[in-house]
């Protein structure tokens, strides 16, 4: 989560895996494009800046964030993906579909991870307006497209390290 003290774009680079080798599905959500494509921007930026090749990032593109969990199962049943990035984001209204969103996207990854052999990483910003989204995709709290990278090169390094 990004907050005052935390910015969704600082990592130690050193510290991170080299990617070059790792293969990436990127899955990305329609709905509020702004958005979504600068988190997908910023998360294939750092993966690249990492060693992954551009060959090796898969990108496909979904209606809406409820959309991502049935597009990442489908990407790690026919895609040779080592892990996979869902970006979405939603923004509260005045109707409880924000919470049925939110939860079915959550539960929906949640399960993809629990039962799958594949990471799928939380990309799904959830913000009460466009502010503080936009503060989250390249704003003042850096990219969550970012963290999103960094976070599938540690998993998969996680797995390497275990299959060793
Ligand atoms: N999808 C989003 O990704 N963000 C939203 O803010 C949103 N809102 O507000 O409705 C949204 N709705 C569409 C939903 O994800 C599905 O695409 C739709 O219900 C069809 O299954």
Request: charged share 20%.
């Amino acid at each position: 989560m990004a907050t005052v003290n935390h910015n969704l774009s600082e990592y130690d680079f050193n510290s991170i895996p080299n990617a070059e080798g790792m293969k990436f599905g990127i899955v990305v959500s329609e709905w509020n494009d702004n958005i979504t494509d600068a988190l997908r921007q910023g998360a294939e930026d750092t993966l690249k800046r990492h060693g992954a090749k551009p060959e090796n990032i898969l990108v496909r593109y979904v209606p809406g964030s409820f959309e991502l969990t049935f597009a990442a199962n489908q990407m790690i049943e026919n895609c040779d993906v080592d892990a996979i990035i869902a970006i979405g984001c939603v923004i509260k209204g005045d109707t409880p579909h924000f919470d049925y969103v939110c939860m079915g996207v959550t539960q929906g990854i949640t399960q993809l991870n629990v039962t799958g052999d594949v990471p799928v990483i939380y990309g799904l910003i959830t913000t009460n307006n466009l502010e503080q989204a936009e503060d989250r995709a390249g704003g003042k709290l850096g990219n969550k497209g970012d963290e999103c990278a960094i976070s599938a090169i540690k998993m998969i390094d996680f797995i390497w390290s275990l299959n060793k």
